[in-house]
């Protein structure tokens, strides 16, 4: 495993975490799908696998694009979240939710002709998964890794001109940090040195040729209660709920107070940001 010396993956990474997924975590560029439909040249038909797809955060906008959708995940509470997601969207029909490691593919999957990783592939044996999925799509297919856009300029003030304070996001981490220390957490074990980049190594040496970088831009005003922002919190595999263990309702009391007086309205405005997707062919 290529991912961080000492750290292994275990079932405790979003434990508790995914109810909160779904309403805390940001969503994508709004032109991410017709980015993806042009580039890709999908017309409805075609299959697409998401690997650790989560709640369905980038399957199920997409799921109008093909004609079946698979997503992966180990975490029995984001599968759960996903089928919920896929029924309120009206996509289920078109939906599989697989619980497994991308590691640990069943064998019944059949063939694919766009496979996604979205915020997802650095908590994985990367060198095996990106073998694994050139073997499941179709000659000439495509794999996208999709992620925020980390170029964008940051600017003095994201809020300018909005209705309601920033998120304290600084603050909010510093306040994780006090109760579970400064070293980042993930599942049972630690990752002193965050998680891996140099995607396109892995990539390469799968097979696959590229890449080619789509960006949507973002900036869209969003609105956010404090719920959301809670929601946010309990959303990370760094402070998933289940690691304050009995101190978790002090962290939410602390959390609160620290919202409340950023907001004593309890509304946040943020901006979207923006997504990159990296194409690269089978």
Do not use: N
């Amino acid at each position: 495993m290529d991912m961080t010396v000492g750290w292994e993956w275990d079932d405790a990474l979003f434990l508790g975490a995914a109810p909160y997924y779904r309403r805390g975590r940001l969503p994508y560029a709004p032109g991410l799908a017709d980015a993806l439909a042009e580039a890709l040249e999908l017309d409805g038909r075609g299959r697409l696998i998401d690997m650790g797809c989560g709640p369905g955060t980038l399957a199920v906008p997409l799921a109008h694009l093909f004609g079946e959708v698979v997503g992966v995940d180990p975490d029995s509470g984001m599968i759960a979240e996903a089928g919920r997601a896929a029924a309120e969207a009206g996509v289920a029909g078109k939906a599989r939710w697989v619980l497994a490691r991308a590691e640990e593919l069943p064998d019944d999957l059949g063939t694919f002709t766009v496979a996604t990783f979205a915020q997802s592939f650095h908590w994985m044996d990367r060198d095996l998964v990106a073998a694994k999925v050139r073997g499941l799509l179709r000659p000439g297919g495509a794999l996208v890794h999709v992620s925020d856009l980390k170029t964008e300029p940051d600017t003095a003030d994201p809020v300018e001109g909005l209705p309601h304070p920033a998120v304290p996001y600084e603050a909010m981490d510093e306040l994780v940090r006090r109760y579970l220390g400064p070293v980042r957490r993930a599942g049972r074990g630690l990752l002193p040195q965050g998680t891996p980049g140099g995607e396109a190594e892995v990539y390469a040496r799968a097979g696959f040729s590229g890449p080619r970088r789509l960006v949507v831009p973002g900036g869209q005003a969003l609105v956010r209660t404090r719920d959301d922002v809670v929601a946010g919190v309990f959303s990370r595999s760094f402070s998933a709920p289940h690691l304050f263990g009995e101190r978790r309702a002090a962290f939410e009391a602390d959390l609160d107070r620290l919202l409340r007086e950023a907001s004593p309205s309890g509304r946040f405005s943020e901006r979207l940001p923006g997504t990159e997707a990296v194409v690269w062919r089978a």
